[in-house]
């Protein structure tokens, strides 16, 4: 019964390991950042968020950071598969406690990766995984200025129908909600290449409230579409998935799989 069990459930991995369409949703010790003399051609982009939950604030914009991501692997060339996210997480589950019989615990982390690869192998040929991954930081305020994983976030100010401008270094304190992105590349051995995470967008703006004796007070209120530009998304991907996958220099096209084998 066991093996019955298990061999059906196997079947279903194989299934489930479909070609990524051109437009689709999905909800130990690091070593230094591959840098890849050729683009990989086959990659298994596994849903976000499999081994930690989503914050319920990112659920609904989601697909347009998938979108993002997605089209930017296809523009490097690759080939792109995944995995429908209860069979992923099911995955993920198994290899977490498959690596538990490892006895040194500071090298469980790479022995849940190894583990992973080795229940897609049968299924699948792939040159890279990646693990996405969206959540939420506090980016500190300075002005209305907010550094936030490597990109610079300018905070929107309402000042309302009569407000005034507000300077850059207005006395704005605190911290703001903002997303980010964060990628784990194993490469077909199951060994972490790359692990790094890029800021995308502020979750939120500030209202300012006047008072004719004191100083103007600000409060935060959320942003009706923090994921709305595409460009925006694009470099956070980028940033985010180099150096393992670098950004193709002006003008430079990277043709796909097929576009090459038209030649």
């Known amino acids: 019964m066991h ?15 479909l070609a990524v369409p051109a437009i689709a949703c999905a909800g130990g010790k690091h070593r230094e950042p591959t840098v890849l003399a050729k683009v990989p051609e086959r990659v298994v982009i596994l849903p976000f968020n499999v081994a930690t ?45 498959e690596a538990q019989a490892e006895p040194n615990e500071t090298r469980r982390g790479a022995a849940v990766g190894r583990a992973f690869v080795a229940k897609l192998k049968p299924y699948a040929e792939f040159d890279a995984v990646i693990f996405p991954s969206l959540f939420i930081q506090r980016a500190a305020l300075s002005g209305t200025q907010a550094p936030s994983d490597g990109t610079e976030q300018t905070l929107e100010i309402n000042t309302g129908v009569h407000g005034a401008p507000v300077p850059p270094d207005a006395a704005i304190e605190g911290a703001a909600p903002a997303a980010s992105l964060h990628v784990v590349v194993l490469d077909p051995q199951g060994e972490q290449i790359q ?11 500030a209202r300012v409230s006047y008072d004719p004796v004191s100083a103007p007070s600000y409060s935060f209120v959320p942003r009706k579409d ?19 996958i670098s950004a193709p ?7 796909s799989r097929r576009d090459r084998d038209r030649r």
């Open 3 to 17: 093996r019955t069990a298990r061999g059906t459930s196997l079947r279903r991995i194989g299934a489930a390991l």
């Open 226 to 244: 923090p994921f709305a530009d595409p460009a925006v998304l694009r470099d956070a991907v980028a940033r985010a998935l180099a150096p393992f």
């Open 53 to 97: 939950a989503m914050p319920a604030e990112l659920k609904a914009d989601s697909p347009a950071v998938w979108t993002a991501l997605e089209t930017y692997l296809r523009s490097q060339g690759s080939q792109l598969k995944t995995l429908a996210f209860p069979t992923a997480r099911m995955l993920w589950a198994a290899s977490v406690k």
């Open 249 to 255: 220099s002006a003008g430079e096209h990277r043709p």
């Open 195 to 205: 692990e790094s995470q890029a800021g995308i967008a502020l979750l939120v703006s």
